[in-house]
C-alpha cells in the first residue's frame, strides 16, 4: 500500500531535522551585504516593470 503524502513529508522532515541535529552539519553562511543589495535590486527593478505595465509603457 502507498503511503500518504502527509507520511511522507513527515518522514522527510524527521530525517532533514537528524541530519541537521548532527554536529558535523555545515550550515550555510550567513547573507552579507551584497546579497541584500542584490535582493532589494532585484526588487526595485521589479517593482519599475510593474509600474511600467500599470502605466501602459509596456505591453
Same mark, same amino acid.
Given at each position: 500500500?502507498? %503511503?500518504?503524502?502527509?507520511?511522507?513529508? /513527515?518522514?522527510?522532515?524527521?530525517? /532533514?531535522? %537528524?541530519?541537521?541535529?548532527?554536529?558535523?552539519?555545515?550550515?550555510?553562511? %550567513?547573507?552579507? $551585504?551584497?546579497?541584500?543589495?542584490?535582493?532589494?535590486?532585484?526588487? $526595485? *527593478?521589479?517593482? *519599475?516593470?510593474i509600474i511600467l505595465c500599470m502605466t501602459g509603457v509596456i505591453v
Amino acid at each position: 500500500m502507498e %503511503k500518504s503524502i502527509e507520511e511522507l513529508i /513527515r518522514e522527510e522532515t524527521d530525517e /532533514r531535522l %537528524k541530519q541537521m541535529a548532527a554536529p558535523d552539519y555545515p550550515f550555510p553562511a %550567513k547573507i552579507s $551585504g551584497a546579497d541584500w543589495a542584490a535582493m532589494a535590486a532585484c526588487i $526595485g *527593478v521589479s517593482l *519599475v516593470l510593474i509600474i511600467l505595465c500599470m502605466t501602459g509603457v509596456i505591453v
